[in-house]
């Protein structure tokens, strides 16, 4: 599973509604835990209600008729006040981190939430955390587990993590990869792709699994890559291939007494290992130093030197593995006498010319 982009739902996966208990306290004294409970069962009894008869209403208003429902004897402006702290929720300890360390390993953070755009940015301003983008159930006039709410989500690359059994399970029978965050809630029906204990677990375990060490086994060389007459390349660690930023490596097979033309890779290092075979090198003002590696040698090009490659046996192929510090194909072709002009198999592409 390759992951580009977690959507998050918010109410109890980012936030943590069991942290309104606490400020509720001042309005209705130690009742407010198993008020806080009650409240929160209607808040969703009733946006699966409004799903049944295909009607609709803002979350901000589900959540006022929620409460109405349940302490019918509390006054209205006391309602208001505690309605508004759904604007102010505590985030889990571990969420703030979480998000950054997805942010550091370049994968796209969302909130899908039944909350309105409104509440949703505000929740967010207030408890700290940092997102790419906002989804709200409001933009489909539907509420979570309608499939329509998570049909906002792109599919391919997109893991959803909910911290609620119910959301998880609606969101896998919607044909989203998911992730379950098991704080001890019952679990959703349908066996999630990924079951995680906290969000800095889930964070760790998408950071390091899909962004940490890769094998690229020798089976899997890519050999899309520019070809010559004589000489066969292929790709192992590049930006597409393996996510690297800032370096190239891959295998060259180099024919029988295959030559390059002078040049150099203007600011680019580069790093040759010989595996089979006989390399010699020509450098200088007028290629006038010569050196040669065998099998296990490994040869340094510095920037900026012009130089020569050489296949210096006219029987055996050359067998080498190239490592660059950049992606692109720096190449500047020189005008010069070669000590050793190219002959034969001459090696040409868009980098050796």
């Not at 109405?68 to 508004?84: D, F, K, N, S, T």
């Not at 792709?193 to 060490?213: F, K, P």
């Not at 520019?226 to 060259?252: D, F, L, Y």
Request: glycine share 8%.
């Amino acid at each position: 599973m390759h992951v580009e982009r977690v959507a998050f739902d918010l109410y109890g996966t980012l936030l943590d509604v069991g942290g309104l208990a606490a400020r509720l306290r001042a309005w209705v004294g130690d009742s407010a835990p198993e008020l806080l409970r009650r409240w929160r069962e209607a808040q969703l009894e009733r946006t699966w209600d409004l799903n049944r008869r295909g009607a609709y209403e803002p979350f901000d208003e589900v959540t006022a008729r929620a409460l109405q429902q349940v302490a019918p004897e509390l006054a209205a402006g006391i309602r208001e006040e505690m309605c508004a702290t759904w604007l102010s929720l505590p985030a889990f300890p571990d969420a703030g981190e979480a998000l950054l360390a997805l942010a550091r390993a370049g994968i796209r953070r969302l909130v899908l939430s039944n909350g309105t755009a409104a509440m949703i940015r505000s929740a967010l301003s207030a408890s700290g955390l940092t997102v790419d983008e906002v989804r709200s159930a409001d933009e489909v006039r539907a509420y979570k587990t309608d499939p329509r709410v998570y049909a906002l989500l792109p599919p391919a690359g997109t893991l959803f993590v909910s911290g609620n059994g119910w959301d998880a399970e609606g969101a896998k029978r919607a044909g989203l990869a998911v992730a379950w965050l098991d704080r001890g809630g019952p679990a959703p029906s349908l066996a999630p792709d990924l079951r995680a204990g906290s969000l800095s677990e889930l964070a760790a375990h998408l950071g390091w699994r899909d962004r940490g060490v890769r094998i690229v086994k020798g089976t899997e060389l890519d050999p899309n890559t520019a070809q010559t007459p004589g000489m066969s390349r292929a790709a192992a660690i590049n930006r597409a291939r393996a996510g690297a930023e800032k370096i190239w490596a891959g295998t060259v097979t180099i024919h029988a007494n295959a030559k390059t033309g002078p040049h150099h890779h203007g600011d680019l290092e580069s790093v040759i290992y010989v595996v089979r075979g006989r390399a010699r090198m020509r450098w200088g003002e007028k290629l006038e130093y010569m050196a040669e590696a065998g099998p296990g040698d490994f040869i340094y090009v510095p920037p900026f030197v012009p130089h020569q490659e050489i296949n210096a046996s006219r029987e055996e192929e050359l067998s080498c593995v190239v490592v660059r510090s950049g992606q692109e194909p720096v190449v500047v072709n020189l005008d010069i006498a070669a000590a050793e002009p190219p002959e034969e198999v001459r090696w040409i592409d868009s980098i050796h010319h």
